[in-house]
């Protein structure tokens, strides 16, 4: 019986091209491809490229506060006089100024920096690793796994988020681990709920059926098929959790409950703040104000590409 | 189903052997129905299929959507567990097998799908789909992955060195049908279901697809189970067709006999329903959906039954019709 | 002259809007792609007269959805689009935005492939039908779901099931209610773009007859846009056939579908397969469209046209009238007798043509 060939498209090489060439071509892609197709994508946004700056210059800063910090931030300074350096306008040897305790303020926003990303960054990793795990789970096995991590997010995303916060903070302690804890808490839940939604897409998708016929275990399914896809999800996420960790703990850092031994900048700003400085001391209250402000927002605004970018819902043609 | 067409079913060596299969599903079974005290409704998708199909054969198996069709499919290839009755696959009875076993089926029966978009993940180059299932059942070594996916692609004619690293995205329906082929044809199985694999496809391409099948059929052996809500293809590429409703067959037979005599009511409807290019011919539509009862105009069985039970008549040589009234 | 408004005489019966004509001319739409420009429409003119309904087929991206898409002008922002689309004399290209948006329930309506997304799944059928009726005509709520059970009943669906939900619909049912919305504002020109494409033969033939059906009761226009040539065959009194981005032939179905003129709609008559007399040879057309990014000179069908010559590759073949309004674009319609004849042998379309 004659044959029926679809021709290759057109502006394609010709039968040139070697088969085991192009068969081993088609070996080196990793399995982090998806990811790194998001960034690729995410650098050609300008308003993305100029968050990500900010994001890593802040983030170097936080690497690197304790060679750059001038002064050790807890340490009340003398001025040349002897006396407190107290509430000093910025100078060439305080940029920022001081304090009312007579603390240099620029060493205790570069701490501050630090401790941002530390509260930031492990809260993410834990709540997307929770997210991950429980929404594939829940969304994969379905049934009465489902059933059960569901009924569990209900009860969790009953629970209002401020109070519940200030509460236990109150109750645990006062100390970072404790605000990350609070803060995993809060968020894993709206994060399962994420992961298991893409993951029921997913798993009905023909080409699972398809692996599954073949003979795929559960694991493979996962791993080759469902994962790609959920990475990029549970990544827009984590990121909306860094910015939400290091907003709760400014603000239970506002409040006085933050961490007394980490100078954060929501502790800056309690501070100033309890000593009546919040309207006079302008160079103690703007640069944590605005650190927290361009942190953050750049943090959405990568977010918010990397979802539009990743989900080709979103995405323009 | 007594009196069935059994002499004509049974073969010397069958690759698939199917009795009496029945595939039931229970909607609305949950925790919380059950504790509010409601019913589970059973749908009976497939309800009572006896088949046989041999080395080499393309049997067609037409009906509406609904019809079971698709479930009789996936649950041959165990993609559903079967509620009752039986599937033998070279004689070796698979209906209730799982672990090793399952995974040893796996390799023999395959699936080619309807939608030719869905069914390829869009992250995976071509390379890496049709390599799929060879990875799936632990040939590890690339280089043997490789030399099978260019064999595969070469039977479904696809220029392998042209697409091996593209992306499904970049190809016609067509070109993604013939890549979906080549990853069930990848691991030789000798049975392969076929579920309405044109009907999301152009007109001008379906016939290549259609031939193609019939090819491998032919080339490797293959029992081909064709699946399909149009007649018409089925006349192609079938010798042999069975009409179902309903999760039952309603008629048997040589295929260009139910099409030249159809003798079932919904056969008829099924035939009516197919458009012709032939401005000129007249085809007079049916208008309501068909009573399985047959009461239907198409005619055939308006005289009474006599049976107490569902039974099959032999209408002509080779040729059984489901009598209409049960 | 703009359209006018004609939501004063909505409250009239379903029939009462005339029908509308449409002229298409010199149309070309070219999308921008990341490779350059796509020219996916380059030059069609097509004509529907008051009451008629004209096919328009051709495999997958030639560009009829395209043309569709441009009637009702709902192509992507960044789109070119030259030419006319005359509707009753009124440009719809030139129209602003209210006027457009007039036009768009008063004389054009669409129905849709993806019937699935044309409803929305969290509301009652009959409140969605009803709700686009009250937000274009001058009903009250009572008057447009009485409006909205007259639909049901004209596309053969039990009035009682306008309280469901889209989910327990079945596909073509679904189908059907996606046509009675579409006719829900008496719209003169329906635009139906693969209404039948998902649904199974069954479902097709019913979908069809009643489109059918309400095209001639009501006597609307109408524009089928589908692959599948039987499906015009039987319910399009004119058929346009479309390969990359062109119409290669058109005229009165009967006469397009018995006698092409054109190797590309003989290809697609033996590519069809039937169920009437003997059992023939399904052909398939090989090869691909040529690439519209950069489209080649002379016929476009050269690429796969089993008779095609160094003249056809150089020079484009212009639509020349071969009968009482069947237009082909083949050089050769001298030797369509002869054409019809090897097109009907598979020897003739696996001889590789050249050049592929
Ligand atoms: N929004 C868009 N942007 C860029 N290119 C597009 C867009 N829409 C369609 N195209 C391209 O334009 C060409 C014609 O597309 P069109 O949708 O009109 O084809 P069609 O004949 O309706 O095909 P089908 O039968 O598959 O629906 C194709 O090459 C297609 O890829
Ligand atoms: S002009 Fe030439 S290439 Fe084009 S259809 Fe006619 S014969 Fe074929
Ligand atoms: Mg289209």
């Given at each position: 019986m004659a044959e029926m060939v679809e021709f290759p498209g057109p502006g394609r090489g010709g039968p040139t091209r070697d088969v085991l060439e192009v068969w081993a071509g088609t070996r080196r892609r990793s399995g982090l491809a998806p990811f790194v197709d998001g960034l690729r994508l995410l650098v050609r946004d300008p308003f993305a490229l100029v968050g990500l700056v900010i994001i890593a210059v802040f983030f170097l800063v936080a690497a690197l506060s304790g060679f750059l910090a001038p002064y050790d931030p807890y340490e009340a300074l003398p001025t040349p006089e002897g006396e407190l350096a107290r509430l000093e306008t910025p100078s060439g040897d305080h940029w920022l100024g001081t304090t009312a305790f007579g603390n240099d303020v620029l060493s205790q926003l570069l701490v501050g920096t630090r401790v941002a990303f530390i509260v930031g960054i492990s809260a993410a990793i834990v709540v997307g690793i929770i997210s991950t795990l429980l929404g594939l789970l829940s969304g994969y096995y379905g049934r009465y796994v489902d059933d059960v991590i569901m009924r569990?997010?209900?009860?969790?995303?009953?629970?209002?988020?401020?109070?519940?916060?200030?509460?236990?903070?109150?109750?645990?302690?006062?100390?970072?681990?404790?605000?990350?804890?609070?803060v995993v808490l809060l968020f894993w839940r709206n994060g399962a709920r994420i992961v298991r939604s893409v993951v029921l897409t997913e798993k009905e998708k023909v080409y699972v059926q398809a692996a599954r016929a073949a003979g795929a275990s559960h694991l493979y399914i996962m791993r080759v098929h469902i994962l790609p896809n959920v990475i990029p999800v549970a990544f827009l996420w984590m990121t909306m959790s860094v910015a939400f960790a290091i907003l709760a703990e400014a603000s239970l850092s506002f409040i006085g409950l933050g961490d007394p031994n980490a100078m954060s900048w929501g502790q800056m700003l309690n501070l100033a703040f309890t000593e009546g400085s919040i309207r006079t001391a302008w160079w103690w209250v703007l640069p944590p104000s605005l650190c927290l402000v361009f942190l953050i927002s750049s943090i959405y605004v990568v977010g918010r590409a990397w979802e539009e970018k990743t989900n080709p819902r979103l995405r323009r043609r | 189903m007594d009196d069935g067409p059994g002499g004509w079913l049974t073969m010397a060596s069958p690759v698939v052997e199917v009795q009496g299969l029945v595939k039931h599903f229970t909607l609305g079974g949950g925790v919380v129905a059950s504790m509010l005290g409601r019913s589970p409704r059973v749908v009976k998708a497939v309800d009572g299929v006896d088949l046989t199909i041999g080395r080499s054969e393309v049997f067609g198996l037409v009906g509406e959507s609904g019809s079971g069709k698709s479930t009789l499919g996936m649950t041959l290839v165990k993609l559903y567990q079967p509620t009752e009755g039986s599937i033998s696959f070279r004689g070796r009875d698979v209906t209730r097998i799982a672990g090793s076993a399952l995974k040893t089926y796996r390799k023999d029966a395959q699936i080619i799908f309807q939608d030719p978009y869905g069914s390829l993940n869009p992250r995976l180059s071509v390379a890496q789909v049709v390599e799929e299932p060879l990875r799936i059942h632990g040939v590890s070594d690339d280089a043997e992955r490789g030399t099978k996916v260019v064999e595969a692609l070469d039977r479904v004619r696809v220029p392998a060195a042209e697409y091996l690293d593209r992306y499904p995205h970049e190809l016609s329906g067509g070109l993604r049908q013939r890549i979906a082929i080549a990853r069930a044809i990848v691991l030789?199985?000798?049975?392969?279901?076929?579920?309405?694999?044109?009907?999301?496809?152009?007109?001008?391409?379906?016939?290549?697809?259609?031939?193609?099948?019939?090819?491998?059929?032919?080339?490797?052996g293959l029992a081909v189970l064709y699946v399909s809500h149009d007649i018409a293809t089925v006349r192609y590429i079938c010798d042999r067709v069975a009409v179902m409703y309903l999760g039952r067959f309603v008629e048997y037979g040589d295929t260009e006999t139910v099409i030249a005599r159809p003798g079932h009511p919904y056969t008829k409807r099924l035939m009516a329903a197919v458009p012709s290019v032939d401005p000129a011919s007249q085809r007079t539509r049916v208008d309501a959906h068909p009573d399985p009862s047959g009461s239907d105009t198409a005619g055939a069985a308006t005289e009474t039954c006599t049976h107490e039970e569902p039974h099959w008549e032999e209408v002509e040589p080779e040729h059984y019709v489901a009598c209409p009234l049960h | 002259m703009p359209a006018q408004p004609t939501a004063t005489a909505s409250a009239a019966p379903i029939s009462d809007r005339p029908p509308v004509s449409l002229r298409v001319s010199g149309l070309r739409v070219g999308y921008r792609v990341e490779q350059g420009h796509l020219r996916a429409v380059d030059g069609v003119d097509l004509e529907v007269n008051p009451g008629e309904s004209l096919g328009l087929v051709g495999e997958s991206g030639c560009g009829k959805s395209t043309v569709g898409k441009a009637i009702l002008r709902l192509l992507p922002e960044d789109a070119r689009v030259e030419g006319r689309v005359l509707l009753d004399g009124d440009d719809v290209l030139r129209m602003s935005a209210r006027q457009l948006r007039q036009i768009r329930w008063t004389k054009l309506a669409l129905v849709t492939q993806s019937a699935m997304n044309a409803l929305d799944p969290v509301y009652r059928i009959g409140d969605q039908i009803a709700e686009s009726i009250v937000a274009h005509e001058d009903l009250d709520r009572r008057q447009a779901w009485r409006r909205a059970e007259e639909l049901f009943t004209l596309v053969g669906i039990p009035q009682e099931r306008l309280r469901d939900y889209p989910h327990q619909f079945s596909g073509g049912m679904r189908q059907r209610a996606v046509i009675a919305m579409a006719l829900s504002l008496n719209a003169g020109l329906l635009l139906a773009d693969e209404p039948t494409t998902a649904l199974d033969s069954i479902m097709q033939d019913q979908v069809l007859a009643q489109i059918q059906r309400l095209q001639r009761e009501l006597s609307r226009s109408m524009i089928l846009v589908t692959h599948d040539i039987a499906v015009v065959a039987e319910t399009c009194e004119k058929v346009a056939v479309m390969y990359a981005g062109r119409i290669t032939e058109s005229g009165p179905t009967a006469a397009v579908l018995a006698t092409p003129y054109h190797p590309y709609t003989m290809g697609l008559r033996n590519a069809f397969p039937t169920i009437d007399g003997d059992r023939r040879e399904l052909i398939s057309i090989p090869g691909n469209l040529p690439n519209l990014l950069d489209p080649p000179t002379g016929c476009r069908f050269a690429s796969r046209c089993p008779f095609s010559t160094d003249h056809c590759r150089e020079v484009d073949p212009p639509l020349i009238e071969v009968g009482p309004g069947h237009l082909s674009a083949c050089h050769y319609p001298d030797q369509a007798a002869a054409f019809r004849d090897r097109a009907a042998q598979r020897s003739t379309w696996t001889t590789d043509p050249g050049g592929g």
């Open positions: 569990a997010t209900d009860v969790a995303l009953s629970i209002p988020t401020l109070p519940i916060a200030i509460v236990a903070v109150a109750i645990l302690g006062a100390s970072l681990r404790n605000i990350i804890l609070v | 030789e199985p000798e049975f392969i279901v076929a579920d309405e694999p044109v009907s999301m496809l152009d007109v001008s391409i379906q016939a290549g697809i259609l031939e193609l099948l019939e090819r491998l059929s032919r080339e490797l | -």
